[in-house]
């Protein structure tokens, strides 16, 4: 491999209102390499994508480009440099046929127009030469796989002479068979001295195919290493928190231990649905902190989300103080005392263009009814209670909360739940994109909310955080509870080593 | 006194306002007794009262849509609805002359309440119909409502048997033709509607889950609102409205036409509620700017054939005017417009 980097990205940084999306940021990508950018939900990986092709442009650092420093216009811009890039979802038209969908753009053309023969052997011979492929490019693309689709998706990429290939998660959609056939053009291309970017979440497949790895977190620039001088434990560290002999002294926290209740407040037993989430049993007793962990995918969330009623679940049980109980919606956990903040504070959370006074008492009138209004000097008092004990910073409450800063945003979400008075609260990522102040101060809050009684359901990608401030923690994989950890078994090393099982079964084996 | 003036400029009301001005000030060149109100046979009389009282018409139904569209949905069966209520009104009050004794005596066919009642209550269930595709089903509310929308005018004149049902019940004439101190009756109609819209939103929290639904549905579902019935209800009463709207129509003019009633009428009241301010977008809405929006419209249309224009531009002027508000409200336009002022005035200072 040679070792010329023909793109790199220096210092880096791109903020968006309220959110850091990524803070000094440095990034190379070598001729004839396959290289994976790994990173949690948030950590950056498409806001770096998208600046290196253009969509973005980056509020501080600088790109070059064979040595050269260059300024990403467009999309079309990182075309004509040589950068190609497959996104996620395959843009393609599934009812034109695959020369069409190949070339469209640029058909060879005659005096009548598109010069049909020509427009199928070209498409033709361009798929057998750059991937291999021998297709019938009159057939309509939506005939094919998605693996032949997403092949053709990069052909298209590929046609004008381009030097770096960028796959935003090529995978998610395809089987085994399918992965295995596009790695193998993967594999060809990079032979062809392609610069080969490749974002994933499958750490499997990571270590199949890339020659070295990058990791973001948070939006920070966490290392490079040759993947085979890296195990899966150690990658999953530099994923979702520091270097485990670190945090040995986490354990102050368990002075503050208030004599927990032994009361099951909530309970699953078997919950979950199929294609969704395997049948999950926890308990959650009153005052207590229940940490989820996991790597995203890993059914977290989800669980969340059936406990709360957000999505349905289709087998199991669900206990309030061993009473059994059937949501339909949110709305019903919101009357049993549950309040939910999810994983996108935007498309979940907040209802961005209405007031911070609007939002913080939302909850409440939604409980109280269309009826009961709440009259306005309740709202504000309510509203300026929680601005003050919250600190949530705004100069006026009749502010659009989308104007909030991320950190601010969480807190008026907190505050939207903190004033129905739950007995629950299931926090999903509560502390995802803010900055390490307003982090604190919410993790704080959350112990302060527990040791007053009110039981708490924890998400967080970050392992540290987890062990942190959970009195039990369930570790999941693969949309499943995998194991529980408790007391004094809770440390980041732990929860990370039963994440990365196969990792420990290997050891074991060894 | 500057602050307040630009307080007032940025009122989303100022702007539709203005042009209502200026479409007044020239009908007041144009228009001969244009401003003229006479008191005639115990009733005010004018060009600008047969305003109102026609504005009424779109401005009802320009209530319910304004609730619709603040979910972030949209309804274009309303103009079909209207047919379907004044064609179901028309068709119960019907009636025939009969000869008793040596005097023609009109017979109904049901009392004036049951066909009115009914023809509300039609409105109603179609509402409904519409409201469960689109809360329910999670059908895109213009597919969900474009159904009716071509569904509704068949109904309508399966109703009238194709034919248009002239009403010759006295009584009736009185809900769109009638007067109430001196005032055409179909406006207290709409006042009343409207007070009782803006009691409802604004007095109860409902006014509040609208905005959050539009603004952002998930959100407002995982907060506790009953997202689906809301929603869905505000189908009903839009339609209902248009029911209403449809009894004002046919009274009006003492028919009922199951083809061409109410033709039109959604992309009137679609308009009348994006001039008043509310934006399609979903999320805030504005009751009053729905209702001004309506009388512009109706002072365009009225402007339009009182100043002679040939009917053959008709629309394209209508479509100028609308277009002139739509610019004027948009931040973008304006801004453009008050930037290169600004950059005239630093140049001709240099």
């Not at chain 1, 007031?355 to 306005?376: C, D, T």
Request: aromatic share 6%; charged share 20%; with cysteine.
């Amino acid at each position: 491999m040679e070792n010329s980097a023909i793109l790199s990205m220096n210092t880096i940084s791109k903020y968006f209102p309220g959110v850091r999306a990524l803070s000094q940021v440095n990034f190379s990508l070598h001729k004839g390499e396959i290289h994976a950018l790994m990173g949690q939900n948030g950590a950056g990986k498409s806001t770096l994508i998208k600046i290196m092709t253009g969509v973005y442009q980056p509020d501080s650092g600088y790109i070059t480009l064979r040595g050269e420093k260059i300024k990403v216009e467009s999309p079309e811009h990182a075309q004509t440099l040589g950068i190609a890039t497959v996104y996620q979802e395959v843009n393609l038209c599934p009812n034109l046929t695959v020369a069409e969908n190949l070339l469209l753009g640029r058909e060879p053309r005659n005096r009548f127009g598109i010069a049909w023969k020509r427009l199928f052997t070209d498409a033709r011979a361009l798929l057998k030469e750059k991937l291999d492929l021998d297709l019938d490019t009159t057939k309509p693309l939506g005939t094919y796989s998605l693996a032949i689709q997403q092949m053709i998706a990069i052909a298209r990429s590929l046609c004008v002479s381009s030097e770096i290939l960028i796959l935003d998660e090529p995978t998610s959609s395809l089987d085994e068979a399918e992965v295995e056939r596009l790695f193998k053009i993967l594999h060809k291309l990079k032979n062809e001295g392609m610069a080969i970017l490749f974002i994933t979440h499958f750490i499997d497949q990571v270590y199949a195919v890339s020659d070295r790895i990058t990791v973001l977190r948070n939006g920070e620039y966490i290392g490079t290493s040759e993947a085979s001088a890296l195990s899966k434990l150690d990658l999953i560290s530099m994923m979702v928190g520091k270097d485990p002999a670190e945090l040995a002294a986490s354990s102050t926290r368990r002075e503050i231990k208030l004599t927990l209740g032994t009361e099951e407040l909530l309970k699953t037993e078997g919950l979950g649905r199929t294609g969704y989430l395997k049948p999950i049993t926890v308990t959650l007793k009153k005052g207590e902190v229940l940490g989820l962990a996991g790597l995203l995918g890993s059914g977290r969330t989800e669980t969340a989300k059936l406990i709360f009623g957000a999505e349905r679940a289709l087998e199991g049980r669900l206990f309030q103080k061993g009473i059994e109980i059937n949501l339909t919606a949110p709305r019903d956990a919101i009357m049993m005392g549950m309040g939910f903040c999810p994983e996108d504070r935007k498309t979940e959370g907040l209802i961005g263009d209405l007031s911070i006074r609007e939002n913080i008492i939302l909850a409440l009138q939604a409980k109280q009814g269309i009826l009961r209004y709440l009259p306005r000097k309740t709202q504000e008092e309510i509203a300026n209670q929680f601005i003050q004990e919250l600190g949530i910073k705004t100069p006026d409450m009749e502010k659009p909360v989308k104007t909030l800063s991320g950190g601010n945003q969480q807190k008026v979400l907190l505050a939207r739940w903190l004033a129905t008075q739950p007995a629950i609260l299931i926090l999903d990522e509560p502390t995802r994109g803010i900055d390490v102040a307003a982090k604190a101060e919410i993790l704080q809050r959350i112990i302060q909310l527990r040791n007053q009684g009110i039981s708490i359901l924890f998400i967080s990608s970050e392992l540290e955080e987890v062990a942190a401030i959970s009195d039990r923690v369930a570790i999941f994989r693969d949309k499943k509870k995998i194991a529980e950890v408790e007391g004094k078994d809770i440390n980041e090393h732990t929860i990370m080593r039963l994440i990365a099982q196969e990792e420990l079964e290997n050891a074991i084996q060894n | 006194m500057q602050f307040k003036t630009k307080r007032l400029q940025e009122s989303t009301l100022f702007w539709p306002f203005m042009v209502l001005v200026l479409l007044l000030l020239i009908n007041a060149f144009l228009t001969r007794g244009f401003f003229t109100i006479e008191w005639k046979d115990g009733r005010f009389s004018g060009i600008l009262v047969d305003i109102l009282n026609r504005s009424t018409y779109i401005g009802i139904i320009a209530i319910g849509l304004t609730l619709v569209i603040s979910t972030g949905g949209i309804d274009i069966s309303v103009g079909s609805v209207v047919a379907i209520s004044g064609a179901i009104a028309a068709y119960l009050i019907g009636g025939e002359l009969v000869l008793q004794g040596d005097q023609q005596i009109l017979v109904t066919r049901t009392p004036m309440g049951v066909a009115i009642v009914a023809a509300l209550a039609a409105s109603l269930l179609l509402g409904m119909w519409n409201g469960l595709l689109v809360s329910r089903l999670r059908i895109q509310p213009i597919v969900a409502t474009l159904i009716l929308m071509v569904a509704g005018r068949g109904i309508a004149q399966l109703v009238t048997n194709g034919q248009i049902i002239t009403i010759y019940y006295k009584p009736y004439y009185f809900i769109g033709n009638g007067t109430l101190l001196g005032i055409p009756f179909s406006i207290y109609i709409l006042l009343a509607v409207l007070i009782l819209v803006i009691l409802a939103t604004r007095r109860t929290a409902l006014g509040l889950f609208f905005e959050s639904i539009g603004v952002n549905r998930t959100a407002s579902r995982y907060s506790g609102i009953q997202e689906q019935r809301i929603v869905f209800w505000s189908y009903a009463f839009c339609a209902f409205c248009a029911g209403v709207s449809g009894l004002l129509v046919s009274s009006n003019v003492k028919s009922a036409d199951g083809n061409n009633a109410g033709d039109l009428f959604e992309l009137d009241a679609i308009l009348a509620v994006v001039i008043g301010g509310t934006s399609l977008n979903g999320g805030k809405f504005n009751l009053a700017g729905s209702i001004l929006g309506a009388i512009i419209i109706q002072t365009l249309t009225t402007t339009i054939y009182s100043i002679g224009v040939p009917p053959q531009v008709n629309l394209v002027i209508k479509s100028i005017v609308v277009f002139l508000v739509s610019m004027l409200q948009s931040e973008n336009f304006r801004a453009l417009f008050q930037l290169n002022h600004k950059n005239k005035l630093i140049r001709s200072a240099v």
